[in-house]
């Protein structure tokens, strides 16, 4: 019996399993769906749609950049423990990755999960087939593309992936050019966290928002309403010196801001260079996670 697109779509449906993985299975078993189930169950390949349910909040970042610098991408890709972060064949799915994202025009997740990867079918399928190999939930949470003209892209990656930073650079130098100034400007933002690149790019909204939690801090301290305009101006100043990423300390040497250090740089290279873009991927940032210790990892993995 031969096997139809509709018999692989209905056994992906029931066992959660990667396209090419329910192909091989149809054609082993003469296109017996049940029995292709049991062999699916057999090899482990239908446990995949059970351990979607699993929180995932390790995982790793990684980074991808052309050879001349003016394109870069980067993905976050998730698992439930850090030891599942550090198995080789999840390094080079995640790896792959970042080099898939930065050569396809992929601009969202649909579509990026739909792009064929390798000989594995398309991207959701490998990741459906690693899950089902390691035997853990992974989520492929985010990706980012920059191409824009006239820049060069540099970056950084902190803590073997758990920090990932693209920074995206107007000027006519070369990435090479830039490359040890572009990392410390990467290690800054994965190291201070900035909000924003400068106070131009901070949304009105926010600035009122703060503005209002400051006045309200104020009055709760008991200031007198005459001082807090004033009061409330001062650390808005202040916060935002925190917060965007050219007004920060210079973490390499805090008598300069960021801003006076490219400024210097580019003063010296004899082309201007100003900060236009910036990402910064940390694993995990924002999802729930748990507490899991080495030795249950360890044990989870010999019993899957």
Request: hydrophobic share 40%; net charge negative.
């Amino acid at each position: 019996m031969g096997v139809t697109a509709g018999m692989v779509k209905e056994l992906r449906e029931r066992t959660g399993a990667g396209m090419m993985d329910c192909k091989k299975a149809l054609v082993e078993t003469s296109g017996n769906i049940e029995k292709a189930i049991e062999l699916l169950r057999e090899k482990g390949l239908a446990q995949v749609a059970k351990k979607s349910g699993r929180i995932a909040s390790q995982g790793l970042v990684r980074l991808a950049f052309s050879a001349d610098g003016k394109k870069a991408a980067a993905v976050e890709v998730n698992s439930e423990t850090d030891f599942v972060a550090k198995n080789e064949e999840f390094i080079d799915f995640v790896s792959s990755l970042a080099d898939l994202a930065l050569s396809s025009t992929a601009n969202d997740m649909e579509g990026f999960k739909a792009l064929t990867y390798k000989d594995e079918g398309t991207v959701q399928d490998a990741l459906n087939s690693l899950i089902a190999k390691i035997g853990e939930n992974m989520n492929i949470r985010r990706f980012a593309r920059f191409e824009t003209p006239g820049t060069v892209y540099t970056g950084y990656t902190h803590g073997n992936g758990k920090i990932g930073v693209i920074v995206e650079f107007e000027t006519e130098a070369s990435a090479e050019e830039i490359a040890v100034m572009g990392k410390d400007v990467a290690m800054q933002i994965a190291s201070m966290n900035p909000k924003f690149i400068d106070e131009s790019s901070i949304d009105s909204e926010f600035i009122e928002s703060e503005k209002k939690i400051l006045v309200q801090q104020a009055l709760n301290e008991g200031k007198p309403e005459n001082i807090v305009e004033k009061m409330v101006a001062g650390r808005l100043k202040k916060e935002l010196k925190e917060t965007c990423l050219i007004e920060q300390k210079f973490v390499k040497d805090g008598e300069i801001n960021v801003c006076q250090y490219i400024d210097s740089f580019a003063a010296e290279l004899g082309k201007p260079v100003k900060v236009k873009d910036m990402l910064r991927y940390e694993v995990g940032e924002g999802l729930e996670k748990k507490e899991e210790n080495f030795a249950e990892e360890v044990a989870k993995q010999m019993n899957n």
